[in-house]
């Protein structure tokens, strides 16, 4: 295994097999290789040591070995981050928190669960529902994702608008930072003003400040009913005119999801859900809550939709109905990821009025650079998807992607936009960060860094350099 | 973390670029470069739930396959081992977003481990060129092993062997097996199903494959699938000594002689005539679907190839397709409220991505109640020779799916498949909770329906 810079000798390797056990420290060729990556495309880097801790005093002694010896750690859970967050350091230590997968409490007096970090995303709402309790956000890879991922990347998904992110639901952290020591930071308490509020320097920090070890979520009650309409439209315009007036009619439904036209056919290519072929834009609309609010909520968001230029609105009568409409969403992104054999998916987010215009900017840059983008997202978040369907080994059209991506990041930004809204800046999105940051900015993210990371051991060259 | 066992020693040799034929370094690039790594097919895989180690998930396999087409890691024992501890269930299939064609990439592997030789022992070369190059190679072959287990079990003698310890003459690994050794039919297929049977009015055409397993063990769930045929307007072509489909041979990396038993095997039907080919196995159908890419480049069968492929047919997809006639309620039939559940085989819900249908069969059957199986669609633990290769698992597996089943209190389970059937069959050991095909449950409904005087 060649590596560079500090690097695993065999001291090290045999050193952190004496701590958690030989079969819990992975240096086989064969098992490295698929270490190498994330879910993010095109971004691949060999691991030169995996290792699985099980409790939070083996991630402090690995840590203590690390800063012995220098050596740089990438803590990761089930690897399926966008942003190349996870992806291995050159001759670092890969800190694998998938075996602390156990929720450790679950608090039915204070809507709380404590959760270890390795806890799959899903679980925790599956955990919380025979309670009549809700864990709200659910990023696309809920099924797989970890908590302490979704933590690490302040995680979104399709319930933003009404129910916010991952930070809105994380009420304490344990976390051990770089030299080996563990805090607990938080409470179960709703009202909690002691000193800074540290946990939320955590949440979002993509693994440069600290490893977390334990989660404590706040949950909700489960809503009891929700009801879901698909519009069609043959503008963007027509379907943001109606986001608007839902929102201005003082509507917060749970899900306003959206696809652009390219998106809308190859959805309608692949699953065959009925959409219109001259659909320009396709809106999701869900509403949940009390079910005498949420059937009036419905009628008024199909009678909205109606009077702002909607081809077809339809309501779905029950829970199948429901999944059908869903599914012209739901398979958005499996439709285009088999189109090419690349996909890469991105997360720019703009406030929500300027959604159309930064749609419309996507679609010209693909013309003027003679690519496949096609976008979907989160219409009440303004958290658009714009999806390249390319040929990484075609390194004529990876140029015109890096173009279209600098300009489409460019133009977010003119739009008091952000690069990122979801998945976090990670490799992928570390050279647009200072654009959007400033140069007053970018110090005040080193300085935090410089402070609770001296040595930069943690996930070293993720985020920024 | 328990390493997956093994038999053979260490045999480092031959990186796939040195071998004669490219298996993985051969395929379209397209196809290995498919894989985006998201991660979504780690919750459906089997191994990777067990052990949370990448290379035991889909995404890692078909890491180490890219490495090995891209020349960055040679064909290693490791390597081969991988291949091996994949069930080959292909529920990753289903999950995968970006459709991966992963059975192309697991067939080329196996090959590409297979060419390389590097879990080459005596001992396992001995079974391979045993059950692959000859048993499964001819029917006849087959038959007459098939004859003498029967003979073997009909007469006693196993019991004598098991009773007067003469098993312990056995390796260890059979003498395990030995149990679970399925009970061979007296008549096979041929003595039950004439080459031609036709109803008395015909609406389609259709040639019925016998299978290998199915053949020697379930005879009878092959003369089920002609009368359930024949009750629905087909005439019946089944041509004699079939023999095996291939699959076996594609999944453990046998590929040359995949083509000629695919060969063999479309040279017994006339494919003109018929409007259908009809397979009840789930592993052979999933398998015979694709003998187009199979036989790609031999000029002389590729176009056949892929008229066979258009034409093949699980039984219940085909029912479907035709619109089957719904048994009427008999005396004799199943009692009201029976409580059966279905287990899906993989290469039934993944490989063919057929779900709806075999329910739709059960659900047609007066007096038979449906109740839905807790993770129906997760392997039982068979997967072809599995159990044989990787007994710890595959038990694992087993032992899930029988808790699963017992939870449904359910009086008889179905499933569509040789190899499921045995497996949870054995898995149960419960003569009171019977495993069906439900074309066998289809099939005793008709009867039944015809035995009852109309009203």
């Known amino acids: 295994m060649v590596v560079t810079g500090r690097s695993m000798d065999s001291d090290a390797i045999q050193a952190l097999k004496e701590r958690l056990g030989a079969d819990r420290v992975l240096t086989e060729r064969e098992d490295l290789i698929p270490y190498g990556f994330d879910g993010t495309a095109a971004i691949k880097e060999p691991a030169a040591c995996v290792v699985f801790p099980q409790n939070t005093d083996e991630v402090a002694a690995v840590m203590r070995l690390a800063r012995e010896r220098g050596l ?138 600290g490893i977390i070890t334990q989660v404590l979520l706040r949950l909700l009650p489960r809503p009891k009913a929700k009801r879901t309409l698909l519009a069609t439209y043959d503008s963007m315009e027509n379907a943001a005119r109606t986001v608007s007036k839902i929102i201005e009619g003082q509507i917060i439904p749970c899900t306003l999801e959206f696809l652009d036209r390219r998106t809308c056919q190859c959805v309608e290519d692949f699953a065959k859900v009925g959409l219109p072929t001259e659909a320009a834009a396709v809106v999701l609309m869900e509403t949940d809550g009390h079910p005498a609010v949420v059937e009036d909520e419905a009628a008024r968001m199909a009678e909205v939709a109606r009077e702002n230029g909607a081809l077809t609105v339809e309501l779905a009568r029950d829970e199948a109905h429901a999944l059908r409409l869903a599914s012209a969403r739901r398979s958005a992104f499996a439709a285009l990821a088999r189109i090419r054999p690349t996909t890469i998916l991105e997360d720019v987010t703009v406030p929500r009025s300027r959604l159309p215009e930064m749609v419309r900017y996507i679609e010209r840059m693909a013309a003027e650079h003679g690519l496949q983008i096609a976008t979907f997202g989160h219409f009440g978040d303004g958290n658009v998807h714009p999806t390249f369907l390319t040929d990484e080994r075609d390194t004529a059209e990876m140029v015109k992607v890096e173009a279209a991506m600098e300009a489409i990041f460019a133009h977010t930004i003119a739009l008091g936009g952000t690069i990122t809204g979801e998945h976090g800046v990670g490799l992928a999105k570390k050279n647009f960060l200072p654009a959007q940051f400033g140069d007053a900015s970018m110090d005040l993210l080193r300085l935090v860094k410089r402070s609770i990371d001296p040595a930069g051991l943690l996930n070293p060259g993720k985020i920024f350099d | 973390m328990s390493a997956h066992p093994t038999s053979a020693p260490s045999t480092d040799k031959a990186a796939g670029g040195l071998a004669p034929v490219r298996f993985l370094g051969g395929l379209d690039y397209s196809v290995v470069q498919q894989c985006m790594h998201c991660g979504m097919c780690l919750p459906s895989c089997p191994t990777y739930l067990e052990t949370k180690r990448e290379r035991n998930s889909p995404r890692g396999r078909i890491a180490l396959m890219r490495s090995i087409a891209d020349g960055e890691l040679p064909v290693t024992r490791e390597f081969g081992e991988e291949m091996y501890y994949c069930l080959g269930c292909l529920a990753c299939t289903t999950a995968c977003p970006a459709g991966v064609d992963y059975p192309v990439l697991f067939e080329h592997a196996r090959a590409e481990v297979e060419s390389a030789g590097v879990l080459d022992t005596p001992t396992r070369r001995f079974w391979r060129w045993l059950t692959l190059r000859q048993l499964f190679a001819h029917p006849w072959m087959l038959r007459l092993a098939g004859r003498l287990l029967w003979l073997y079990q009909a007469s006693g003698a196993c019991r004598l062997v098991r009773e007067w310890g003469l098993i312990h003459l056995l390796p260890k690994n059979l003498r395990d097996l030995e149990p679970s050794t399925p009970v061979v039919r007296r008549r096979f297929s041929d003595e039950l199903i004439a080459e031609t049977e036709t109803p008395a009015e015909i609406r389609h055409r259709v040639g019925l494959l016998t299978g290998c397993v199915q053949d020697l063990v379930f005879s009878d769930v092959n003369r089920d699938t002609a009368d359930v045929l024949l009750a629905n307007g087909c005439a019946v072509e089944t041509p004699r000594s079939q023999g095996c489909c291939g699959s076996l041979h594609a999944h453990n990396g046998d590929l040359e002689q995949a083509r000629e038993q695919a060969r063999r095997l479309i040279d017994r039907f006339d494919l003109g005539r018929l409007d259908a080919v009809i397979t009840n196995a789930a592993g052979c159908g999933s398998h015979l679907k694709h003998f187009a890419p199979l036989l790609a480049d031999d000029p002389a069968y590729a176009d056949r190839a892929r008229e066979w492929d258009r034409k093949v047919r699980d039984i219940s997809e085909w029912l479907v397709e035709i619109g089957f006639r719904a048994p009427a309620p008999a005396a004799t039939g199943p009692g009201p409220g029976c409580r059966v559940t279905y287990h899906e085989a993989c290469h039934l819900c993944h490989g063919q991505g057929i779900s709806a249908q075999p329910r739709a069969v059960l659900r047609s059957i007066p007096g038979l109640e449906l109740v839905e199986l807790r993770d129906a669609t997760h392997c039982c633990g068979s997967a072809g020779v599995y159990n044989i290769t990787q007994p710890e698992q595959a038990a694992k597996l087993q032992a899930e799916k029988v808790a699963h089943i017992r939870a449904t209190g359910a009086a008889c389970v179905a499933t569509a498949n040789p190899g499921c059937h045995l497996q949870i069959q054995n898995g149960l050991a419960d003569p009171a909770v019977p495993v069906r095909h439900p074309v066998s449950l289809l099939a005793e409904a008709y009867r039944a329906e015809a035995e009852t005087p109309s009203a």
């Open chain 1, 72 to 209: 740089p750690v990438v803590t990761r859970g089930s690897g399926t981050g966008l942003s190349g967050g996870s992806v291995p350091v050159p001759g670092g230590i890969v800190l694998c928190l998938v075996r602390m997968d156990r929720i450790l409490e679950l608090d039915t007096a204070n809507l709380t669960m404590l959760c270890e970090p390795g806890v799959i995303t899903k679980a925790i709402d599956d955990a919380a529902a025979p309670h009549g309790l809700f864990y709200p956000p659910d990023p696309g890879s809920m099924k797989i994702s970890t908590i302490g991922g979704n933590v690490a990347n302040n995680s979104g998904g399709l319930r933003g608008l009404k129910y916010g992110v991952t930070r809105d639901y994380v009420m304490g952290l344990e976390v051990v930072l770089a030299d080996g020591t563990v805090c607990w930071l938080g409470s179960k308490c709703v009202k909690d003003v002691a000193g800074y509020s540290m946990k939320d320097l955590f949440v979002g920090s993509e693994g440069t400040l």
